[in-house]
C-alpha cells in the first residue's frame, strides 16, 4: 500500500435510518472530549434546491441519530461512529441551489450543557456515574467497567455539567472517561493488542517530542473525622518507560532536585487507595 491509497475509503451517512448524500463530510475525533461533525448535504444540479424545503422540515432533523462508516476499500475494515445532530445551518451558496449543513457529535455532548449541583455518598464511582448518565435519559451504549471500585464516602458535583463532573471524577479515581464512536466507556480499554503501523504507509505525519519536568512529587491528604494524615509518593522507577523517555526523565531528575508537595485532587479513602 503506498501514501496515495490512504484516502481510497467509502463514506456512508446515514441520517435517522436514511443515507443521506453529502458533499462533504469532516469527523473530528479525541479522546479527552467530545468527538464532533460537520456534513454538507448535496443540493447541486440534479438535486432539488434548498429552498424548495420548508425550513420546519429541515429542522426537524435536529435531535436525529446520525451513522457514519468509513470503509477501507484496500482492506475492507471499516470504522463506525454513532452520533447525534445538534445544530442545523441553511446556506446561500451555488446559486439558487444552496446548501444545508448538519453539525453535531457525540451525544456526550447533551451531557454538557446542564450545570447544576449534586451530592453523593457512600456510593462506588460505577454507582455515581450510572445515576447521572440515567438521569438524561440519552439512548446509546454505556461500558461501566471502572477499576476503582472503592465506595467513596463523599462527593460533590458543584455548578458542573454532568459530562464535566463524570470526566473529573473518572480522572480522580484513575479510570479513562470516553467515547469510542460508539460507545461510551469508563474503565480501562480492553483491547491490548499491539499493532504496527509504518509512517507514509498507515500514518501520513507523526511527531515525537520530550521535554523536561519536575517528578519528585508527593501528594498528601487529611481525614479530619480520623483524625488521619496520609502521603505519598509515585513509585520509583517508573514502569513502561522506554530508552527514549528515559532521556527526559534522566534529565529532569538531574535539573530539578526538590520535591512538590501538593494536596491530593480527591480525599483518600484509606492506606491502599
Same mark, same amino acid.
Given at each position: 500500500?503506498?501514501?496515495?491509497?490512504?484516502?481510497?475509503?467509502?463514506? %456512508?451517512?446515514?441520517?435517522?435510518?436514511?443515507?443521506? =448524500?453529502?458533499?462533504?463530510?469532516?469527523?473530528?475525533?479525541?479522546? &479527552?472530549?467530545?468527538?464532533?461533525?460537520?456534513?454538507? +448535504?448535496?443540493?447541486?444540479?440534479?438535486?432539488? /434546491?434548498?429552498?424548495?424545503?420548508?425550513?420546519?422540515?429541515?429542522?426537524?432533523?435536529?435531535?436525529?441519530?446520525?451513522?457514519?462508516?468509513?470503509?477501507?476499500?484496500?482492506?475492507?475494515?471499516?470504522? %463506525?461512529?454513532?452520533?447525534? #445532530?445538534?445544530?442545523?445551518?441553511?446556506?446561500?451558496?451555488?446559486?439558487?441551489?444552496?446548501?444545508?449543513?448538519?453539525?453535531?457529535?457525540?451525544? /456526550?455532548?447533551?451531557?454538557?450543557?446542564?450545570?447544576?449541583?449534586?451530592?453523593?455518598? %457512600?456510593?462506588?464511582?460505577?454507582?455515581?456515574?450510572?445515576? /447521572?448518565? =440515567?438521569?438524561?435519559?440519552?439512548?446509546?451504549?454505556?461500558?461501566?467497567?471502572?477499576?476503582?471500585?472503592?465506595?467513596?464516602?463523599?462527593?460533590?458535583? $458543584?455548578?458542573?455539567?454532568?459530562?464535566?463532573? @463524570?470526566?473529573? @471524577?473518572?480522572?480522580?479515581?484513575?479510570?479513562? !472517561?470516553?467515547?469510542?464512536?460508539?460507545?461510551?466507556?469508563?474503565?480501562?480499554?480492553?483491547?491490548?493488542?499491539?499493532?504496527?503501523?509504518?509512517?507514509?504507509?498507515? #500514518?501520513?505525519?507523526?511527531?515525537?517530542?520530550?521535554?523536561?519536568?519536575?517528578?519528585?512529587?508527593?501528594?498528601? %491528604?487529611?481525614?479530619?473525622?480520623?483524625?488521619?494524615? !496520609?502521603?505519598?509518593?509515585?513509585?520509583?522507577? #517508573?514502569?513502561? +518507560?522506554? &530508552? $527514549?523517555?528515559?532521556?527526559?526523565? &534522566?534529565?529532569?531528575?538531574?535539573? $530539578?532536585?526538590?520535591?512538590?508537595? @501538593?494536596?491530593?485532587?480527591?480525599?483518600?479513602?484509606?492506606?491502599?487507595?
Amino acid at each position: 500500500m503506498n501514501s496515495s491509497e490512504l484516502n481510497n475509503v467509502q463514506v %456512508d451517512i446515514i441520517v435517522d435510518g436514511e443515507k443521506c =448524500d453529502y458533499t462533504k463530510m469532516k469527523l473530528f475525533q479525541t479522546m &479527552s472530549g467530545h468527538h464532533t461533525f460537520m456534513v454538507m +448535504v448535496n443540493y447541486r444540479p440534479g438535486k432539488p /434546491t434548498v429552498w424548495t424545503e420548508t425550513p420546519e422540515k429541515i429542522y426537524d432533523q435536529l435531535g436525529k441519530n446520525i451513522g457514519i462508516r468509513m470503509k477501507h476499500r484496500q482492506s475492507g475494515e471499516s470504522n %463506525d461512529f454513532r452520533g447525534i #445532530i445538534t445544530d442545523i445551518e441553511i446556506v446561500g451558496q451555488d446559486g439558487d441551489q444552496g446548501v444545508v449543513v448538519l453539525k453535531g457529535g457525540s451525544p /456526550t455532548l447533551l451531557m454538557d450543557k446542564d450545570p447544576s449541583m449534586a451530592v453523593f455518598s %457512600d456510593s462506588t464511582l460505577a454507582s455515581i456515574i450510572s445515576k /447521572t448518565i =440515567d438521569g438524561y435519559g440519552l439512548n446509546f451504549e454505556l461500558e461501566n467497567k471502572p477499576k476503582f471500585e472503592t465506595t467513596i464516602p463523599y462527593v460533590a458535583r $458543584y455548578h458542573e455539567t454532568g459530562y464535566s463532573f @463524570l470526566s473529573r @471524577l473518572a480522572a480522580s479515581c484513575g479510570d479513562w !472517561f470516553y467515547y469510542n464512536g460508539k460507545k461510551l466507556i469508563v474503565g480501562n480499554p480492553q483491547n491490548d493488542e499491539t499493532r504496527r503501523v509504518a509512517y507514509d504507509v498507515e #500514518i501520513k505525519s507523526i511527531s515525537i517530542s520530550a521535554g523536561i519536568n519536575n517528578l519528585n512529587t508527593e501528594i498528601y %491528604d487529611y481525614n479530619a473525622v480520623e483524625n488521619d494524615y !496520609f502521603e505519598d509518593a509515585p513509585d520509583q522507577p #517508573i514502569e513502561g +518507560v522506554n &530508552s $527514549y523517555m528515559d532521556v527526559a526523565k &534522566s534529565k529532569s531528575e538531574s535539573i $530539578y532536585k526538590s520535591t512538590c508537595k @501538593l494536596p491530593m485532587n480527591r480525599g483518600i479513602i484509606d492506606e491502599n487507595d
